[in-house]
Antibody, heavy 117, light 106 residues
Framework: EVQLVESGGGLVQPGGSLRLSCAAS????????MAWVRQAPGKGLGWVSIIYPGGSTYYADSVKGRFTISRDNSKNTLYLQMNSLRGEDTAVYYCATLQSGSYFDNWGQGTLVTVSS | DIQMTQSPPTLSASVGDRVTITCRASQSISSWLAWYQQKPGKAPKLLIYKASTLESGVPSRFSGSGSGTEFTLTISSLHPDDFATYYC????????FGQGTKVEIK
């Protein structure tokens, strides 16, 4: 059974950093397309970052240059390093698998990131 | 960037009603469209991909249709468990979600 468990969210001041983790089980992270998707309070969904099995990475314009997606094959875990955080980054961040690089078929439960002073 | 526009934003319906949600793309996306259901405090759940293919385990009362720029999600007979927010998502060029349609109890 595929399972995704996010952690690392919390309250951080503007300009601060946070690293989110997504521990996966039931499949191999490095062999799959993986994604971070976020949802601001009361708002819709938006993709944040994608990593392909081959290692190619993609970022939404709003986070480019500030966020970095990565994976640790030995831990079967996906990460999102978030730097220079802004208030508009406040959201629930979901880890998800991206079937064939197209649609999001498995989701974690999400972790809340709040950027506020 | 491809923009996705859903209508209506909110839909009031009763158990047993037939419900249709529309999603329009700003340019042709062929059939590269998925639909999701999200309940409050929960992660989204994939319902349909490639515009009309039902994800395994999803009830057959859900169906999707369309191609190019106009797509629909239909619930043939609304169940109590179906009151939720529904999102479309294109995967023709990068990934873009619609703004959501909330299906609420009438």
């Amino acid at each position: 059974e595929v399972q995704l468990v996010e952690s690392g969210g919390g309250l951080v001041q503007p300009g601060g950093s946070l690293r989110l983790s997504c521990a996966a089980s039931g499949f191999i992270v490095s062999a799959n397309y993986m994604a971070w998707v976020r949802q601001a309070p009361g708002k819709g969904l938006g993709w944040v970052s994608i990593i392909y099995p081959g290692g190619s990475t993609y970022y939404a314009d709003s986070v480019k240059g500030r966020f970095t997606i990565s994976r640790d094959n030995s831990k079967n875990t996906l990460y999102l390093q978030m730097n220079s955080l802004r208030g508009e980054d406040t959201a629930v961040y979901y880890c998800a698998t991206l079937q064939s690089g197209s649609y999001f078929d498995n989701w974690g439960q999400g972790t809340l990131v709040t950027v506020s002073s | 960037d491809i923009q996705m526009t859903q209508s209506p934003p909110t839909l009031s319906a009763s158990v047993g009603d037939r419900v249709t949600i529309t999603c329009r793309a700003s340019q042709s996306i062929s059939s590269w469209l998925a639909w999701y259901q999200q309940k409050p405090g929960k992660a989204p759940k994939l319902l349909i991909y490639k515009a009309s293919t039902l994800e395994s385990g999803v009830p057959s009362r859900f169906s999707g249709s369309g191609s190019g720029t106009e797509f629909t999600l239909t619930i043939s007979s609304l169940h109590p468990d179906d009151f939720a927010t529904y999102y479309c998502q294109q995967h023709d060029s990068y990934w873009t979600f619609g703004q959501g349609t909330k299906v609420e109890i009438k």
